[in-house]
């Protein structure tokens, strides 16, 4: 993945996009809040249950540049932008940072950690994955942790191993994966009662039927 597309994930001053939309905040600290996203294209990490795999291979979507995806969402009444993906450590994120910045714009980042994150960022969510583990440097900047729970049998405790690896202002969630969501709830709520450093975080727009 990094040899075909390195170039433009270096430069990071167009970006394949695949999806931008004004929507509210669905999942973790920020739930609620409303905010424009940008969903960059490119993964290769290949989680099984990823809800994005149309963002998966950077050459199905058209590049943009950053100017211009950041002129469309200061066109909109947002106050802050989403990052997602796709997994954005893929690319240098620091001209996309610059302008969002340079318009005053709050940043958060949705990311698997599995590269180095760049750009200056006002919220980070690290979202763990199996399959390519973050880098140090990662767990170092994540503001929240937010592990999955597929397997009940296996990831409370890969949640519980994550969580070491964070500084000790990181915030901790766990989320059900969707399709697993009404076998897993009840034994993730009872989890977070019986260890409360933890906190759930619901992909609250799915319930509420939007992007
Ligand atoms: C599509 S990913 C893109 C960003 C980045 N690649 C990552 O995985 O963090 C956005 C968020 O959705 C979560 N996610 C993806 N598929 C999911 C699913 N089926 N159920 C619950 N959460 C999911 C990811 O863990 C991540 O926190
Ligand atoms: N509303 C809404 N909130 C989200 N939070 C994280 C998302 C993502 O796909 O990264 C997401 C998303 O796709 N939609
Ligand atoms: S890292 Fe994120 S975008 Fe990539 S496959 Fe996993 S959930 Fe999907
Ligand atoms: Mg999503």
Same mark, same amino acid.
């Given at each position: 993945m990094k040899d075909k597309y390195k170039e433009i994930f270096d430069k990071g001053t167009d970006l394949p996009l695949v999806e931008d939309f004004y929507t509210i905040? &669905? $999942?973790?600290?920020?739930? &609620?809040k409303p905010a424009y996203f940008i969903r960059i294209g490119g993964c290769d990490i290949g989680c099984r249950w990823c809800d994005s795999k149309i963002s998966w291979n950077p050459a199905e979507h058209r590049l943009i540049s950053v100017e211009e995806v950041v002129r469309k969402a200061v066109e909109s009444p947002a106050k802050a932008v989403v990052v997602t993906g &796709? $997994?954005?450590?893929?690319?240098?994120l620091e001209p996309l940072c610059t302008e969002l910045k340079k318009h005053n714009i709050e940043n958060f980042l949705e990311t698997s950690g599995a590269y180095e994150i760049s750009g200056e960022w006002d919220w980070i969510c690290l979202s763990p994955k199996r399959n390519k583990l973050p880098v140090p440097s990662s767990y170092e900047k994540a503001n929240e942790l937010k592990v999955i729970i597929f397997d009940l049998e296996k990831d409370f405790e890969w949640a519980e191993e994550l969580s070491?690896?964070?500084?000790?202002?990181c915030l901790l969630y766990l989320q059900s994966e969707w399709s697993q969501y009404v076998h897993n709830i009840k034994p993730i709520v009872e989890y977070v009662k019986n260890n409360p450093k933890w906190n759930i975080s619901l992909q609250s727009h799915k319930f509420m039927r939007i992007p």
């Open positions: 905040q &669905g $999942e973790g600290y920020h739930t &609620g &796709g $997994e954005p450590s893929l690319y240098n070491k690896n964070v500084g000790d202002d």
